[in-house]
């Protein structure tokens, strides 16, 4: 059984940073595209944050995000990362990664994997 396990978040202050890493287990994908989701309230849809090629190559990070959250990946440890600085109340959310087979997507119904979710707080 597939599984993509998160972890990192927690609480912290308006400006401040934290890291997120979200490891795979049961099955390898390292060859996937992986991607960082986030759902600002229950009922709401998750929204793209970015994603980040099987290679690394290429890159994609929602306009709200670009220039303060960096994705990384460490295919030998199948293990993907979002750094995130500068933080803002409004970043406040629970962020979910995702595993896709295809290309890097913002569109989150085409992602095959998900991960549990961990709680990011930003404090204003």
């Known amino acids: 059984q597939v599984q993509l396990v998160e972890s990192g978040g927690g609480l912290v202050q308006t400006g401040g940073s934290l890291g997120l890493s979200c490891a795979a287990s049961?099955?390898?994908?390292?060859?996937?595209?992986k991607a960082w989701f986030r759902r600002r309230a229950p009922g709401k849809e998750r929204e793209f944050v970015a994603a980040i090629s099987w290679a690394g190559g290429r890159t994609n990070y929602a306009g709200s995000v670009k220039g303060r959250f960096t994705i990384s990946r460490d295919n030998a440890k199948d293990t993907v990362y979002l750094q995130m600085d500068s933080l803002k109340p409004e970043d406040t959310a629970v962020y979910y990664c995702a595993a896709d087979a295809g290309l890097v997507e913002t569109n989150p119904s085409l992602y095959d994997y998900w991960g549990q979710g961990t709680q990011v707080t930003v404090s204003s």
């Open positions: 049961g099955r390898r994908l390292s060859s996937y595209t």
